[in-house]
């Protein structure tokens, strides 16, 4: 199993534009043997303690394999809407990690 993890940091006022975004990629991530575990948006009471910028939103999500997960971001339908994620999001951190 391959866990991602993406901070996802959004241009202010595009939060629309993103969810867009989501609607179309969050339905793919299963095609390709992935499951979408969390997505999280925390608002300020969640945070104890911070050093770096708060995210908009936490995703975690599982693929069988890292193929998989490669397969995803090459998902033609996805490519179509990549225009709306670049859009809405100001940056984003993608941690790649395994079970242990």
Do not use: C, W
């Not at 991602?4 to 867009?20: A, R, S």
């Not at 193929?67 to 339908?77: G, S, T, V």
């Amino acid at each position: 199993m391959l866990y991602i993890t993406q901070l996802i940091y959004i241009v202010p006022g595009q939060e629309d534009v993103f969810d867009q975004f989501e609607a179309v990629a969050i339905p793919i991530i299963a095609k390709y043997n992935g499951r979408l575990l969390f997505r999280v948006r925390p608002d300020d009471d969640a945070y104890i303690e911070y050093s770096t910028d708060k995210p908009y939103e936490i995703h975690l999500v599982e693929f069988d394999s890292q193929q998989d997960f490669e397969n995803f971001k090459l998902d033609e339908e996805r490519k179509r809407f990549l225009h709306l994620k670049e859009k809405s999001i100001r940056a984003s951190i993608l941690i790649q990690g395994t079970k242990l």
